[in-house]
């Protein structure tokens, strides 16, 4: 069984009549129909399908079949039909891989708009979406992909650079914050005990001033447990100036004073002096009721003739006012 020259091929054998001849061109009638019904099912996926590109190889591959398939029908009808899906399927991806250009120009746009942000953490999702949506666009033309290429994953490259740049120094400032209050306390817990009471008092008050200042961020539960031994090295020592302020203050009046008299009021006079001058060491909080405290005392306490009244009075008012002004 021969077939006569089509689309530019010679004369060629397809078969041997093994039967009788009508039943030779029907055999190779129905294997014509077969491929034909073929390339009908691969037009019509090629139709429906989204990803048309993906067909363009399955068409060439068909077009050569056609010049090589053994069957007996209109093989050049065949090839004209593949020959213009593949030309319409040329425009298609012509006109898809533009529409893939300018999307990928705009992704690189997007991520290159991101090369100044410090929103790390909107700008990572950002980045993230800008990557799948990347992914999910199709090709271009091939002398562009690599440039595209390197562009956008450039991009995206030094977000993630400045971002880990930035959590570096993020992790330094707080060691460095940490290392900060961790002295603090230190200093704080060595001057708890002090019996320098007034020398201290100024030292810890530098101290507190030193803590505010610094006004770190570290997680809670890392700065809650500095704070709280630092507190605690405050408290203790104030503390013990109360008490040691508690455990100066003699009897109210002296052998060989009489009740009443100016010498009693006297001895009351340094006493409550000398209470005052403790209040210096007092941070203001806690001093300002034993001031007003001291103050009604005084008033309470008789009348001083002579020099030692100016003095007296001198040296309860300047402790008490610096709490009372």
Known sequence: M?????????????????????????????????????????????????????FLMKLLHLQEQTKQHDGLGDYETLHRRLKEA????????????EKNLATKISLIAQAEALRDTVEWISASETVKELRQAWLKTGPVDKTLT??????????????????????????????????????????????????????TSRQLKL??????????????????ELWTKFRAANNHFFERLKKHIETQRPAEARPGAAPGSPEESLLRKRELAR??????????????????????????????????????????CWPATRYLR
């Open 275 to 316: 209470r005052a001058e403790a209040l210096i060491a007092l941070p203001p909080n806690q001093g300002v009721t034993q001031a007003k405290n001291l103050q009604a005392e005084w008033k309470q306490s008789g009348a001083v003739r002579g020099p030692s009244r100016t003095s007296c009075g001198s040296a309860l």
């Open 207 to 224: 101290l507190q001033n030193a803590w505010r200042e610094i006004n770190g961020t570290l997680p809670k539960k890392q700065a809650a």
């Open 146 to 199: 690599e440039e595209l290429e390197n562009r956008f994953h450039g991009a995206v490259q030094d977000f993630f650079d400045r971002r880990k740049a930035f959590q570096t120094d993020r992790k330094n400032m707080a060691r460095r914050t940490v290392e900060r209050y961790r002295d603090l306390v230190n200093q704080a817990e060595d001057l708890k005990n002090s019996d320098q009471f007034e020398a």
């Open 2 to 54: 021969w077939l006569r020259p089509t689309l530019g091929q010679p004369a060629r054998r397809i078969g041997q009549v093994k039967d009788t001849d009508d039943d030779a061109l029907r055999y190779f009638g129905q294997r014509y129909e077969a491929f034909r019904a073929k390339i009908d099912e691969l037009l019509q996926r090629l139709q429906a399908a989204d990803n048309q590109g993906s």
């Open 86 to 97: 593949e030309e319409q399927l040329n425009v298609s991806v012509a006109r898809n891989r």
